[in-house]
């Protein structure tokens, strides 16, 4: 059953261009996600979850200048 805010997403999905993405890109967006669900189950505030987004992203990838 797929509701309108998935169907959304699904055709947006269908317009990511492949070629851009990076070898980055999987292990950042997966931090992105921890923190939004950290911040929609009351377990951080946004302030604290972007933060440790921010350091996850550091520690995970030293050679990228992080700008907070």
Known sequence: DVCSS???FLEQAEGIDYSKVTKYDKKINDAWAAAIDSIK???KSKEDAVDEFYDVVA??????????
């Open 6 to 8: 998935d169907l959304f």
């Open 41 to 43: 189950t009351g377990e």
């Open 59 to 68: 520690s995970t990838y030293p050679e990228i200048e992080i700008q907070r």
